[in-house]
């Protein structure tokens, strides 16, 4: 099994009221994306990494895989004005010897190299699979500042990355999206649209997004307990 594995790291981290783009924010001693390079380079499967960052900060990236060590091939690019724009561009720089791509944000700086490989292989088995939590919250549909209404929770899960696809199958996924002016948050719901079907792999309240100030405080007593384990 071969994998092209494409990191999002072109988030400007405008909410997060810094003068620097996300991923290169530091967690701990280390970046997001660096901390997502660390890991990714320990996952067998993986032969290359593509790493989508905003215009101007390819170099720096550059000195990221560096300093991770990535032995495998890293291949830099601008990304897009929006996340979907940026995994179109980066899968189009993938090998065509790849049998998988997998999609994370470098905005998830805690996924381990378990949860990827064990989304690798649910994808190696069913075509697509995504790493996602059962929402245990009571939900509530607002409208005008009120509750409209309450949400049975039975079913539903949030989803999370890494989202791992046979490579085709996420290409093609693109390519109809772009064809038809379509928009989705994740890349597993462009592939749902093509009559994909995404299998579920249990992710962790651990993986969190880091995308806001509380997240970002979150995050680095996170790795402030990684010193003292």
């Known amino acids: 099994m071969r994998a092209s594995a494409i990191i999002v790291a072109a988030g400007s981290g405008q909410r997060l009221g810094l003068d620097q783009p996300k991923a290169f924010v530091r967690v701990g001693a280390q970046t997001m994306l ?7 380079k320990s996952v067998s499967a993986v032969v290359e990494i593509v790493v989508a960052v905003p215009a101007g900060a390819e170099k720096s990236a550059r000195a990221e895989a560096h300093a991770a060590g990535v032995v495998v091939p890293v ?10 724009d940026s995994v179109r561009i980066a899968l189009a720089l993938t090998s065509a010897e790849s049998d998988l791509v997998v999609v994370h944000d470098a905005a998830r700086p805690f996924a381990t190299r378990e949860l990827f490989e064990r989304c690798l292989d649910a994808a190696a088995a069913g075509g697509a699979a995504i790493a996602a939590i059962a929402i245990a919250d009571t939900l509530k549909r607002i409208s005008g500042g009120a509750i409209a209404a309450t949400v049975a929770r039975a079913g539903l899960w949030q989803a999370q990355t890494p989202q791992a696809f046979e490579c085709r199958l996420l290409i093609d996924a693109h390519a109809r999206a772009a064809r038809d002016n379509i928009a989705a948050t994740d890349d597993a719901e462009l592939v749902e649209r093509i009559g994909g079907r995404v299998e579920v792999v249990e992710g962790s309240a651990s993986n969190i997004k880091i995308t806001t100030p509380a997240d970002l405080d979150i995050a680095r007593a996170m790795a402030a307990l990684e010193l003292t384990n």
């Open 34 to 40: 660096a901390r997502v390079l660390g890991t990714l």
């Open 75 to 84: 291949k830099i690019t601008a990304g897009g004005a929006e996340r979907q």
